[in-house]
């Protein structure tokens, strides 16, 4: 079965830096576009990023763009968030997902992670 697991997370004091993993197996991961969602406690689930499946194709929310950074490799089959001058705002559970679309994957994504616990301190 599709199974797509996180790491990475953790705690970081303001303007830090983290990298998220998220490893993918089950499915031809070159065949899918991987976003990066998180949901702080009280709201909703957000898309952060999301990437098509040869890297040319990018998206971020607007309250990332210029701080995070996602990128794939597909011979490890493993998507990677890169997030820095992190702020306290960024603190959520980060879930990966997958999708055979950018516009699903976006959104409702077919495939989730088991989200990973980023926390941000001042």
């Known amino acids: 079965q599709v199974q797509l697991v996180e790491s990475g997370g953790g705690l970081v004091q303001a303007g830090g830096s983290l990298r998220l993993s998220c490893a993918a197996s089950?499915?031809?991961?070159?065949?899918?576009?991987m976003g990066w969602f998180r949901q702080a406690p009280g709201k909703e689930r957000e898309v952060v990023a999301a990437?098509?499946?040869?890297?040319?194709?990018?998206y971020y929310a607007d309250s990332v763009k210029g701080r995070f950074t996602i990128s794939r490799d597909n011979a490890k089959n493993t998507v990677y968030l890169q997030m820095n001058s992190l702020r306290p705002e960024d603190t959520a559970v980060y879930y990966c997902?997958?999708?055979?679309?950018?516009?699903?994957?976006?959104?409702?994504?077919?495939?989730w992670g088991q989200g990973t616990q980023v926390t941000v301190y001042s």
């Open positions: 997902g997958a999708a055979e679309s950018m516009m699903v994957v976006r959104t409702t994504p077919r495939y």
């Open positions: 089950g499915l031809t991961f070159s065949n899918y576009r």
């Open positions: 990437i098509g499946w040869s890297s040319s194709t990018t």
